[in-house]
């Protein structure tokens, strides 16, 4: 099998879509409870505040909490992506190089010339999205290579090298 090479530039977006990724879609179950959780809260306020149907006020007061919980929530969550991006601003920008093989990965700074090489026995997960690929090194750290940069080819050789020597039962 061969080796892939190819420059990305990281952008701040590509760090909201982890983000976004991480919350929402890692852990399936999040959104789902969430939204029955929030669904349940609204009929049943609205159906007390309607007169449709009574509710004990121990469920009134559930779901008042239940909503205010889902504010700060999304209020936390847009102050996540605020400091995730502030973290991003010192990487967006930046030239990435990276040679992913048989040995593993290689990701070269182009700036300040710093290199990382990976075994990929060091590689935790590996998932691959509509429009990225995130290589996870621990559990909340990841490359993130996005496809539009790298192309149709290196996307296809990508998929190729990780599918074979990428974590098993991850993808």
Not at 16 to 34: E, G, H, V
Not at 63 to 91: C, E, V, Y
Not at 110 to 121: H, K
Not at 128 to 154: A, D, L, P, R
């Amino acid at each position: 099998m061969e080796k892939v090479s190819f420059k990305i530039v990281s952008a701040e977006e590509d760090y909201k879509a982890l983000l976004k990724y991480n919350m929402f879609q890692k852990q399936k179950k999040t959104p789902i409870i969430l939204g029955i959780g929030t669904a349940i809260a609204v009929i049943s306020l609205l159906g007390s505040w309607l007169h449709i149907f009574p509710i004990p006020l121990i469920l009134y007061y559930l779901s008042f909490a239940w909503l205010i919980l889902m504010g700060i929530f999304l209020i936390s969550i847009r102050g996540q992506m605020k400091n995730t991006s502030k973290a991003a601003q010192a990487l967006v920008g930046r030239m990435m190089e990276f040679e992913i093989g048989e040995d593993g990965i290689l990701e070269r700074d182009a700036e300040t010339e710093a290199e990382i090489q990976l075994p990929w026995n060091h590689i935790h997960e590996v998932v691959q999205t509509k429009k990225f690929f995130f290589i996870y090194v621990t559990h909340n750290q990841c490359f993130i290579i996005s496809k539009e940069q790298i192309g149709q080819e290196n996307c296809e050789a990508l998929e190729k090298i990780l599918a074979f020597y990428g974590p098993k039962g991850e993808q």
